[in-house]
T-cell receptor
């Protein structure tokens, strides 16, 4: 079956460092991946989209890569700040165009 | 823009009762999605609509769950009868109907079934 997998363990890093989160997918080839941020008690908020023909996408301190050979996307936050602490969700389209399957998310904690 | 609006924000009910969750999508969006989020299973798509028509309901767990979208500005998710295992946060999201478009999520409804 189609799976989106993220590291369920929390990632703890020091302020100013680069945080790298991993998203792996199996048993299919998504046309694109999306990354969302979710804060406690709130709904997910869209951050970035990367298409299968794009290797890398950037937005301010955020960078996403898409490696179709490794079936993996990496999400980087450079110069991380305590305000970046949240859960980050990876999502991939599956089946019909509008349908997304989400990973379980990775919680990022940035400390001073 | 008010964003996606969901009501109620919290619902506590007893097993066997009917529960109705409500969603108002962003004006102009023509796709609407209902998700359920739990610690164990993460965010799961239950059903989605394009132009008010249900397209994929394969994620609806069983016949106790039903969803409707009578018009472009309103949708409901109903659970009847509710069971303790239905306890979760239910999110509604909307988007423009394009394969690459981001989804805008509401604040969610936290449902507790005792």
């Amino acid at each position: 079956s189609q799976k989106i997998e993220q590291n369920s363990e929390a990632l703890n890093i020091q302020e100013g460092k680069t945080a790298t989160l991993t998203c792996n997918y199996t048993n299919y080839s998504p046309a694109y991946l999306q990354w969302y941020r979710q804060d406690p008690g709130r709904g997910p908020v869209f951050l970035l989209l990367i298409r299968e023909n794009e290797k890398e996408k950037r937005k301010e301190r955020l960078k996403v890569t898409f490696d179709t050979t490794l079936k993996q996307s990496l999400f980087h936050i450079t110069a991380s700040q305590p305000a970046d602490s949240a859960t980050y969700l990876c999502a991939a389209n599956t089946g019909t165009a509008s349908k997304l399957t989400f990973g379980t998310g990775t919680r990022l904690q940035v400390t001073l | 823009d008010a964003g996606v609006i969901q009501s109620p924000r919290h619902e506590v009910t007893e097993m066997g009762q009917e529960v109705t969750l409500r969603c108002k999508p962003i004006s102009g969006h023509n796709s609407l999605f209902w998700y359920r989020q739990t610690m164990m299973r993460g965010l799961e798509l239950l059903i989605y609509f394009n132009n008010n028509v249900p397209i994929d309901d394969s994620g609806m767990p069983e016949d106790r769950f039903s969803a409707k979208m009578p018009n472009a500005s309103f949708s409901t998710l109903k659970i009847q009868p509710s069971e303790p295992r239905d306890s979760a946060v239910y999110f509604c999201a909307s988007s423009l109907m394009d394969r690459y478009n981001e989804q805008f999520f509401g604040p969610g409804t936290r449902l507790t079934v005792l």
